[in-house]
């Protein structure tokens, strides 16, 4: 399975809504996590239970689908022979970075500054894996068109950044999202390429929660160990959906990484982050939120960067 065949199979206006809804379940996700962190007062437990409950998912789907099971075959057979690489199961550290920022920040900065710091450390690394060829569709060139769509989608990030929302917000909130949007660009070229060897989204997406679980569970019972147990478990159950969420989505992104490339995926990505945030937030607002006419002119400024990426690549089709 190559990413030229999946390139073939998919249409662009296909592969770019599917970015965008990846987005849209990463903020749905942000909020629900940092919700259950806020109330357990433990941000690493609510992501080793977010985690945790993905992965019984995928198990069970992994055992149930033919698919599931064939992939994990391959995946046996690749370790073993040594044709799947270590490095290429480690994007459960990423996702576990994810959702670890997201038990422990988004509670306190909302959903949209959350996403501000994603966003900007998912395009500017977009931009290197497509450069050196990390992503399974190989090197994607970094064409003035594509480098104007990241430059416009950080734009739409500076101009989150504008006013007074920042005001007595930790230095540190805004610089972990940032890494955690660095970890989700390398976790969609590390998933999609596994993905290629296993033949599944849905092997490449159990690999990733198996990894991330086992980490987060670690630090989960260091910090209980060091700071003691965290606030009961609330009744809610909307509260854990977050798991089921992020299994959705790191799929997704595995699926779509070879049709769309690194960068492209990442700037559908931050159009659904931004949107979505900026309705979670207005539903739902929090202490640090951006203003009504200051997220529009965001969305906007980020709408136009995937415009600007995308249509070249469909003039030359046509």
């Known amino acids: 399975m190559t990413g030229a065949g999946d390139r073939a199979r998919m249409p662009a206006w296909l592969a770019i809504g599917g970015s965008v809804l990846v987005g849209v379940l990463t903020a749905v996700q942000a909020r629900v996590n ?5 109330r357990l007062g433990d941000g690493l437990t609510a992501a080793a239970i977010s985690f945790g409950s993905g992965l019984l998912i995928l198990i069970v789907l992994s055992a149930a689908v033919p698919a599931g099971r064939r992939g994990f075959a391959a995946l046996r057979v690749g370790v073993r022979s040594r044709s799947i690489p270590w490095w290429m199961m480690a994007g459960g550290a990423a996702g576990a970075l994810t959702v670890a920022t997201q038990g422990v920040a988004v509670g306190v900065i909302g959903v949209a500054l959350f996403t501000v710091g994603v966003v900007a450390g998912q395009t500017t690394c977009g931009l290197l894996l497509d450069r050196v060829g990390y992503g399974p569709a190989g090197v994607v060139a970094v064409t003035v068109p594509r480098l104007a769509g990241g430059a416009l989608a950080l734009a739409a990030v500076g101009l989150s950044l504008v006013g007074d929302g920042l005001h007595g917000i930790p230095i540190w909130m805004l610089l972990l999202p940032f890494a955690a949007g660095v970890g989700i660009a390398w976790q969609q070229a ?11 989204p849905l092997t490449a997406t159990l690999v990733n929660f198996i990894g991330g679980t086992a980490i987060l569970v670690v630090a989960a019972a260091v910090h209980i160990a060091v700071a003691g147990a965290p606030a009961p478990l609330p009744a809610e159950a909307w ?3 977050g798991g089921a969420l992020g299994v959705v989505y790191i799929f997704l992104s595995a699926a779509l990484v070879a049709r ?8 559908g990505v931050v159009v659904g982050q931004l949107v979505t945030s900026f309705v979670i937030d207005a539903l739902w607002p929090a202490p640090a939120s951006p203003g009504v006419l200051q997220a529009v002119a965001m969305i906007a400024v980020a709408l136009l960067s995937v415009v600007v990426a995308v249509l070249p690549r469909r003039r030359r089709r046509g």
């Not at 940092?34 to 806020?38: E, F, I, M, P, S």
């Open 34 to 38: 940092g919700q259950l962190g806020a």
């Open 190 to 200: 590390t998933n999609g390429r596994l993905r290629q060897r296993v033949g599944t």
């Open 239 to 241: 509260l854990y959906a």
């Open 260 to 267: 769309t490339g690194v960068l492209l995926l990442g700037l």
